[in-house]
């Protein structure tokens, strides 16, 4: 059974920082490329980055301008967000998520419960 | 990037009825796309793949179909179990866009 366990959410002022995490278990890790996707309070869903399986190449969603950098370690079967330079439109919860199927990285078949983060 | 208009935004419908949701895309995703159901503080679901396939494991009154921009979700027979919010998700390419989201309640 798969599992995607995000933690490290939480309160933070604007202007710092914070990194998220997202463990997995269940999926071969090393093969999948992974995804953060966020949703702020009472909208809709908000693609922020992709990073292949093995971390050679990671995109980002043009609103993050540079302040959101997605990382991983395959040792560690976990996926990482470092957040900066955080603002109150940050506020969301953050969710994890990775394909079902191998042959389609963009496919979201697996998804954590999420961590909310507070920019306040 | 990608635009997905899901409608309605929200509807309310009795046990037993058949539903169906609407997404359009502002270009051409052939068929890579996906809906989902969301229930609050969990993790959403993926039910339909590929406009059409169904999810192993998912129930039958769940369906898809659509290719090009217009797809469609219906659900044959509403159950008091299926109230959450539906969402569509085109993967045809980077960035990775989503429906604006259909929350389901019961009448």
């Known amino acids: 059974q798969v599992q995607l366990v995000e933690s490290g959410g939480g309160v933070v002022q604007p202007g710092r920082s914070l990194r998220l995490s997202c463990a997995a278990s269940?999926?071969?890790?090393?093969?999948?490329?992974m995804h953060w996707v966020r949703q702020a309070p009472g909208k809709g869903l908000e693609w922020l980055a992709f990073?292949?399986?093995?971390?050679?190449?990671?995109f980002y969603a043009d609103s993050l301008k540079g302040r959101f950098t997605i990382s991983r370690d395959n040792s560690k079967h976990t996926l990482y967000l470092q957040m900066s330079s955080l603002r109150p439109e940050d506020t969301a919860v953050y969710f994890c998520?990775?394909?079902?199927?191998?042959?389609?990285?963009?496919?979201?078949?697996?998804w954590g419960q999420g961590t909310l983060v507070t920019v306040s | 990037d990608i635009q997905m208009t899901q409608s309605p935004s929200s509807l309310s419908a009795s046990v037993g009825d058949r539903v169906t949701i609407t997404c359009q895309a502002s270009?051409?995703?052939?068929?890579?796309l996906s809906w989902y159901q969301h229930k609050p503080g969990k993790a959403p679901k993926l039910l339909i793949y590929?406009?059409?396939n169904l999810e192993t494991g998912v129930p039958s009154r769940f369906s898809g179909s659509g290719s090009g921009t217009d797809f469609s979700f219906t659900i044959s027979s509403l159950q008091p179990e299926d109230i959450a919010t539906y969402f569509c998700?085109?993967?045809?390419?980077?960035?990775?866009?989503f429906g604006g989201g259909t929350k389901v309640e019961i009448k």
């Open positions: 270009q051409d995703i052939s068929n890579y």
């Open positions: 998520a990775g394909p079902s199927i191998a042959v389609a990285p963009y496919l979201l078949g697996y």
């Open positions: 998700q085109q993967y045809d390419d980077l960035p990775l866009t």
């Open positions: 990073i292949s399986y093995d971390g050679s190449n990671d």
């Open positions: 590929d406009a059409s």
């Open positions: 269940g999926l071969t890790f090393s093969n999948s490329g």
